[in-house]
Antibody, heavy 120, light 107 residues
């Protein structure tokens, strides 16, 4: 069974940093591109970042470029999101999600999400 | 960046109704479009990928169509479990964009 479990969320002050993790199981993690998607309270979905299976291709939304860094450790079946210079508008539930086997064909498995709250 | 515009933002319907949601892209995305269903407090669930391919395990009352800039999600006969928010999502080589969402409510 495919499972994605996020962790690392919490309360952080504006300007602070946080590192999210996503532990993957039930599939060959090293074969899939992965994503972070966030959802502010009561709002819609916003894609944050993508990383290809071998980390060769990395993309970010303009809203987080230069502040967030996506990475992965295929040996540990784990995905990460390092978030620096956090702002109030980064407050959201952060989901990790797997690309279908063919990239660009949708995100077929999602974690339960981890809440990040940026507030003084 | 490619913008995705969904309509309507809210839709009131009854069980058994045929429901159609539209998603328009600001430029052509070929068939690189997916649809998701999200219920409160839950992660989104993939329904349709590549504009018209039904994800495994998704009921056949869900269907998708379109290409280029205009796409639709149709629920042929709305069931009680279908009351939720639906999102379209486009993919191009460098970024992903979601539509604003359509909330399907009980009439």
């Amino acid at each position: 069974e495919v499972q994605l479990v996020e962790s690392g969320g919490g309360l952080v002050k504006p300007g602070g940093s946080l590192r999210l993790s996503c532990a993957a199981s039930g599939f060959t993690f090293s074969s899939y591109s992965m994503n972070w998607v966030r959802q502010a309270p009561g709002k819609g979905l916003e894609w944050v970042s993508s990383i290809s299976s071998s980390s060769s291709y990395i993309y970010y939304a303009d809203s987080v470029k230069g502040r967030f860094t996506i990475s992965r450790d295929n040996a540990k079946n784990s995905l990460y999101l390092q978030m620096n210079s956090l702002r109030a508008e980064d407050t959201a539930v952060y989901y990790c999600a797997r690309d279908k086997a063919v990239a660009g064909s949708g995100l077929d498995y999602w974690g339960q999400g981890t809440l990040v709250t940026v507030s003084s | 960046d490619i913008q995705m515009t969904q309509s309507p933002s809210t839709l009131s319907a009854s069980v058994g109704d045929r429901v159609t949601i539209t998603c328009r892209a600001s430029q052509s995305i070929s068939s690189w479009l997916a649809w998701y269903q999200q219920k409160p407090g839950k992660a989104p669930k993939l329904l349709i990928y590549k504009a018209s391919s039904l994800e495994s395990g998704v009921p056949s009352r869900f269907s998708g169509s379109g290409s280029g800039t205009e796409f639709t999600l149709t629920i042929s006969s709305l069931q009680p479990d279908d009351f939720a928010t639906y999102y379209c999502q486009q993919y191009n080589s460098y970024s992903v964009t979601f539509g604003g969402g359509t909330k399907v409510e009980i009439k």
